[in-house]
T-cell receptor, first 111, second 114 residues
Framework: DAKTTQPNSMESNEEEPVHLPCNHSTISGTDYIHWYRQLPSQGPEYVIHGLTSNVNNRMASLAIAEDRKSSTLILHRATLRDAAVYYCILRAVDSNYQLIWGAGTKLIIKP | NAGVMQNPRHLVRRRGQEARLRCSPMKGHSHVYWYRQLPEEGLKFMVYLQKENIIDESGMPKERFSAEFPKEGPSILRIQQVVRGDSAAYFC????????????FGSGTRLTVV
C-alpha cells in the first residue's frame, strides 16, 4: 500500500478552523483516502473518507487535490474534544481490509 | 447498539502465561480485524476474519498467536506463552462487508506482561 506523510504535531486555538495536511504522492487510482482519529486511551474513530471529490460530513470536510497526491482534513470549528492523533490512511479498493497506519498528526487545541 | 465490544479493557499476565482477548463486533457486522499498537506508534494489522474463516493472517506472528471467529460468540485473539514484547494495546474493528466505508473500532485491550 502507498505511504502517507503527515506533520508530527499541530497546534490550533479553540473555535478556530483546523487544516490537517497529508501527502500521498504515490497514491494509485484505486486508493481511497481515509481519516481516523484516536483520543488518548481510546480506540480509533472513523472520521471521513473519499476517492476524488471533496467530501463533507457532520464531523469534518475532506479536500482532495486535483492530482490526488495530497489531501486536507478540515475541522471547521475545533473544540477541546478534537484534541487527538489524526491518521491519514490509503486503502486500496482491491486490498480492502488492511489499513496501513503511519504515526499520524497530534493535534493540540489551545483554549 | 453497543458498538464493538472488547474485553477485558486491561489484562496483566506473567511471562509464560496465556492471554485471551475477546471482541464482539457490531450487530450485523460479519468482518473482524485485529490490530496491535505499541506506544507512540500507529496500528499494525494482524489478522482479518469472517465467521469461521481466517481470510488473512499475514500480520500475525507465526508462533504463539492465533485467532478465531466462531459461528457463535465473539472473536478471540489468543497469545500463548506471553513475553514482555507482547505488551501493547490490541484493537478489534468490524465492518459489515469487506469493501468501502470505514471500520468501527473497539476501545481496545491493554495487555501488560510482567
Amino acid at each position: 500500500d502507498a505511504k502517507t506523510t503527515q506533520p508530527n504535531s499541530m497546534e490550533s486555538n479553540e473555535e478556530e478552523p483546523v487544516h490537517l495536511p497529508c501527502n500521498h504522492s504515490t497514491i494509485s487510482g484505486t486508493d481511497y483516502i481515509h481519516w481516523y482519529r484516536q483520543l488518548p486511551s481510546q480506540g480509533p474513530e472513523y472520521v471521513i473518507h473519499g476517492l476524488t471529490s471533496n467530501v463533507n460530513n457532520r464531523m469534518a470536510s475532506l479536500a482532495i487535490a486535483e492530482d490526488r497526491k495530497s489531501s486536507t482534513l478540515i475541522l471547521h470549528r475545533a473544540t477541546l474534544r478534537d484534541a487527538a492523533v489524526y491518521y491519514c490512511i490509503l486503502r486500496a479498493v482491491d486490498s480492502n481490509y488492511q489499513l496501513i497506519w503511519g504515526a499520524g498528526t497530534k493535534l493540540i487545541i489551545k483554549p | 447498539n453497543a458498538g464493538v465490544m472488547q474485553n477485558p479493557r486491561h489484562l496483566v499476565r506473567r511471562r509464560g502465561q496465556e492471554a485471551r482477548l475477546r471482541c464482539s463486533p457490531m450487530k450485523g457486522h460479519s468482518h473482524v480485524y485485529w490490530y496491535r499498537q505499541l506506544p507512540e506508534e500507529g496500528l499494525k494489522f494482524m489478522v482479518y476474519l469472517q465467521k469461521e474463516n481466517i481470510i488473512d493472517e499475514s500480520g500475525m506472528p507465526k508462533e504463539r498467536f492465533s485467532a478465531e471467529f466462531p459461528k457463535e460468540g465473539p472473536s478471540i485473539l489468543r497469545i500463548q506463552q506471553v513475553v514482555r514484547g507482547d505488551s501493547a494495546a490490541y484493537f478489534c474493528a468490524s465492518s459489515p462487508r469487506s469493501g468501502g466505508g470505514g471500520y468501527t473500532f473497539g476501545s481496545g485491550t491493554r495487555l501488560t506482561v510482567v
